[in-house]
């Protein structure tokens, strides 16, 4: 059993009692201290009367610690480097450089954005601990709003009153075909020559922000896309590889893309997806952190 129990010990006793048995002296263990030497003897009195015990022996020459004493000021450092991390960790928690952050993402950042942010937040604050899940781009203002996850990646869109956002990277959207269909052989690609073409898009009460940036690119080349009202998560990555229709994607996608769908260039003028950080309420430390690292990297990979 621990020699220090329940005796309410004072910090500074411990840290003193572990200075003058470390220097054998009162003396130079006042000048450590900073502190008068009377001061260092009345503190280990208190100790001494407080665990009901003689933990130093004084001679003419040096100070010698007592059986006890040896066994109690290996005990005192423990407390002492504990008591130190606990302060070390809580001010690194305070400045966002330790903790948990609960961070929730969407499709669009899975293949290069989020991977790429994770790793360099890594790098930098490695006491950082991140809790992440994928979820619908609908599903993020309650999930923020409840408080059970701390901040967001996902493509920009509206939110009520109260959220926060930041614009983390901005990335070309591209033409996804089936490897068959003939447009696909094109270095670039006019987007109104898929106007006749089935979009195949997740519905926006899914993803609202991904939803309103394909349509309004489509809009903005000259028409209103006929978007596949059957299509879900599950279905449009078959559809486009069996050429059953065509999407816009952000070009991060690309490493991972299914076998039979082939990316292309959209010709000037190009669209872009904004991907933005949301949270809810005050900048929480870790929050802050994040958004940090978001900034370094997007200077370091030219995202903005």
Same mark, same amino acid.
Request: aromatic share 6%; glycine share 6%.
């Given at each position: 059993?621990?020699?220090?129990?329940?005796?309410?010990?004072?910090?500074?006793?411990?840290?003193?009692?572990a200075?003058?048995?470390?220097?054998?002296?009162?003396?130079r263990?006042?000048?450590?201290?900073?502190?008068?030497?009377?001061?260092?003897?009345?503190?280990?009195k208190? /100790?001494? !009367?407080?665990?009901? *015990?003689? =933990?130093?022996?004084?001679?003419? %020459?040096?100070? #010698? @610690?007592?059986?006890?004493?040896?066994?109690?000021?290996?005990?005192?450092?423990?407390?002492?480097?504990?008591?130190?991390?606990?302060?070390?960790?809580?001010k690194a928690?305070?400045?966002?450089?330790?903790?948990?952050?609960?961070?929730?993402?969407?499709?669009t950042?899975?293949?290069?954005?989020?991977?790429?942010?994770?790793?360099?937040?890594?790098?930098?604050?490695?006491?950082v601990?991140?809790?992440?899940?994928?979820?619908?781009?609908?599903?993020?203002?309650?999930?923020?709003l409840?408080?059970?996850?701390?901040?967001?990646?996902?493509?920009?869109t509206?939110?009520?009153?109260?959220?926060?956002?930041?614009?983390?990277?901005?990335?070309?959207?591209?033409?996804?075909?089936?490897?068959?269909?003939? /447009?696909? !052989?094109?270095?670039? *690609?006019? =987007?109104?020559k898929?106007?006749? %073409?089935?979009? #195949? @898009?997740?519905?926006?009460?899914?993803?609202p922000?991904?939803?309103?940036?394909?349509?309004?690119?489509?809009?903005?080349?000259?028409f209103?896309?006929?978007?596949?009202?059957?299509?879900?998560?599950?279905?449009v990555?078959?559809?486009?590889?069996?050429?059953?229709?065509?999407?816009?994607?952000?070009?991060?996608?690309?490493?991972?893309?299914?076998?039979?769908?082939t990316?292309v260039?959209?010709?000037?003028?190009?669209?872009?997806?904004?991907?933005?950080?949301?949270?809810?309420?005050?900048e929480?430390?870790?929050?802050?952190?994040?958004?940090?690292?978001?900034?370094?990297?997007?200077?370091?990979?030219?995202?903005?």
């Open positions: 059993m621990s020699v220090i129990s329940d005796s309410g010990l004072d910090l500074r006793h411990l840290r003193t009692f200075t003058v048995a470390e220097q054998r002296s009162f003396t263990a006042a000048d450590d201290l900073h502190l008068a030497q009377q001061a260092v003897s009345q503190q280990i208190a /100790l001494e !009367r407080s665990v009901g *015990l003689t =933990l130093l022996r004084r001679t003419s %020459r040096r100070v #010698e @610690l007592t059986a006890e004493g040896q066994v109690f000021l290996a005990e005192s450092k423990r407390v002492l480097a504990a008591a130190d991390r606990a302060v070390r960790r809580v928690a305070a400045r966002g450089e330790a903790g948990t952050l609960r961070l929730i993402y969407t499709l950042t899975v293949w290069d954005t989020l991977p790429s942010l994770l790793a360099h937040l890594g790098e930098l604050h490695p006491q601990r991140v809790e992440a899940r994928e979820v619908f781009g609908a599903d993020i203002p309650d999930l923020l409840s408080g059970q996850y701390d901040l967001a990646l996902a493509p920009m509206s939110y009520p009153k109260g959220f926060h956002s930041e614009t983390v990277r901005r990335e070309p959207l591209r033409v996804a075909l089936s490897e068959t269909d003939p /447009l696909a !052989r094109r270095r670039r *690609l006019d =987007l109104v898929l106007a006749d %073409r089935l979009f #195949e @898009l997740w519905p926006r009460e899914m993803a922000g991904f939803y309103d940036i394909v349509v309004g690119t489509c809009r903005t080349a000259g209103e896309p006929k978007v596949d009202e059957q299509a879900t998560g599950n279905t990555w078959g559809n486009l590889a069996q050429d059953r229709g065509v999407a816009l994607i952000n070009a991060s996608l690309n490493e991972q893309l299914p076998r039979g769908i990316l260039d959209l010709a000037a003028p190009m669209a872009t997806l904004t991907i933005d950080a949301v949270w809810h309420g005050a929480l430390p870790l929050v802050e952190r994040m958004l940090d690292v978001a900034a370094q990297l997007a200077k370091e990979r030219d995202w903005l």
